[in-house]
């Protein structure tokens, strides 16, 4: 049986497939059957995923890819100076 989930909060592309394939393995299995696929169901700055997996997706996973889409904070280099 497969479930089918929304994610929603601009969850990018690349972080939802990595994370379903480290979740549930690749996306065809070798007899061809669909173990996981998504689709977009909407573009821009709300986009949502219609996410089909074994499992639901927990709500707790979900707010975790939302939190790896974020951008990365640039490292800082050398010793912040005082402002005297």
């Known amino acids: 049986m497969s479930y089918t989930t929304a994610v929603k909060y601009n969850v990018q592309e690349d972080v939802l ?17 669909f173990n996981w696929s998504y689709e977009s169901v ?25 939190l790896d889409s974020l951008p990365k904070k640039a490292p800082t280099f050398g010793r912040r100076r005082s402002s005297d």
């Not at 497939?17 to 059957?33: H, P, V």
């Not at 821009?44 to 927990?58: C, F, K, L, N, Q």
């Open 17 to 33: 497939k990595a994370w379903l394939e480290k979740t549930f393995g690749e996306s065809q299995t070798a007899t061809g059957l």
């Open 42 to 66: 909407s573009d821009g700055h709300s986009s949502i995923w219609r996410v089909t997996a074994p499992r639901e997706i927990t709500d707790d996973e979900r707010h975790q890819l939302k």
